[in-house]
């Protein structure tokens, strides 16, 4: 074909179906044809208008998992037919000084996937090759797309503190971001709390792994958490600064409260919460793509899964409604092979 479908978005809340020119992919990058992408609420940033220029139409999503069919000049290591994933990092770029250090997450040249380059709201994407995460046999590419980004966000997080197994590590929010991280830190060895609103989801929370429910409409979950003897980790996923607030007097000394819920009301903290106990507020942004498989080996070896559902890539507008209802439960995914 010489052509291909794509949704792409310009202006506020306007994702409409058009065709692209099938074009080769450019010097270290690749072209795959996409399976399925998972849909994140990061997909606003497009969707919404809240880019530098809406005008300029884009094509959501970034958590694609496709098969390589084409790949640029100076690609030696990707070949046509290998499994695939892209994650909100579009791939780095190995030059700039944050990549002469290895800190390929804060890359200065490089694209976020969905939002400053074309996504996988489309039925083919393009990659830098640094970016391509591989996509191991034994997971489907509807359960491994949302992995790629909530799963590799709450997995990182977890990983920013020094806690020890069977220290307690709390999740709040159980939603696309919670709902794996729970798995995560259950199999990590953690003894494991969830913080959510109201009892309803208790049972769920400790289906995925919670040892602790604390609900935050009942008690004050800082306090509810320093019962318990406080927490080493903290990984907030509430879409609100003010829900973080009570958290940091729930932290253990030397403990962490970090933040992957991106909330527009501010996060205020009381500076004596943090300097007795030695506490720290970090915020954490994805990972790598090696990180990526790392998480996608993890999830596999322990049967992490998210909970998922699924829609033909025809419904992407249905899809992206649905994730902004708050109704999803708990990531919808596009099959682009449907």
Same mark, same amino acid.
Request: aromatic share 6%.
């Given at each position: ?80 037919? /290998? ?34 380059? /074309? ?107 320093? /019962? ?44 004596? /919460? ?65």
């Amino acid at each position: 074909m010489s052509t291909y479908r794509a949704f792409e978005a310009s202006g506020v809340h306007n994702l409409r179906l058009v065709e692209h020119e099938l074009v080769d992919p450019a010097p270290g990058h690749v072209r795959l044809r996409v399976e399925a992408c998972g849909v994140c609420h990061t997909d606003v940033l497009a969707v919404e208008g809240l880019r530098a220029d809406p005008s300029q139409a884009i094509v959501p999503g970034h958590e694609i998992v496709g098969i390589i069919d084409a790949v640029g000049t100076g690609v030696t290591t990707w070949q046509p037919g /290998d499994r695939v994933g892209v994650g909100f990092l579009n791939g780095h770029c190995w030059e700039c000084e944050p990549c002469r250090r290895g800190d390929f997450v804060n890359c200065f040249n490089q694209a976020q996937t969905g939002t400053t380059t /074309d996504g996988g709201y489309a039925e083919v994407a393009y990659a830098r090759a640094s970016g391509l995460v591989r996509v191991p046999e034994g997971i489907s590419a509807l359960e491994a797309a949302p992995l790629l980004c909530a799963g590799l966000t709450t997995f990182t997080a977890l990983q920013q503190g020094h806690a020890r197994a069977g220290s307690l590590v709390a999740v709040q929010g159980i939603g696309g971001l919670g709902h794996l991280a729970l798995q995560y830190a259950r199999s990590l060895g953690y003894r494991v709390a969830a913080v959510a609103r109201g009892r309803e989801k208790e049972v769920l929370a400790r289906q995925l792994g919670a040892h602790e429910y604390i609900d935050s409409t009942s008690t004050d979950p800082g306090d509810a958490l320093r /019962d318990l003897g406080g927490a080493s980790i903290i990984v907030a996923t509430a879409s609100s600064g003010a829900s973080m607030e009570p958290l940091v007097r729930g932290l253990a000394p030397n403990g962490k409260l970090v933040v992957v819920g991106a909330a527009a009301d501010p996060l205020t903290v009381s500076t004596p /919460d943090l300097i007795f106990g030695t506490r720290s507020i970090v915020g954490s942004l994805t990972g790598s793509s090696i990180e990526n498989e790392d998480n996608l080996a993890f999830s596999l070896a322990h049967g992490i899964r998210p909970s998922v559902e699924v829609m033909p890539f025809e419904r992407a507008l249905d899809g992206y409604e649905r994730m902004l209802s708050g109704k999803a439960r708990f990531r919808v995914v596009l099959d682009a092979a449907a």
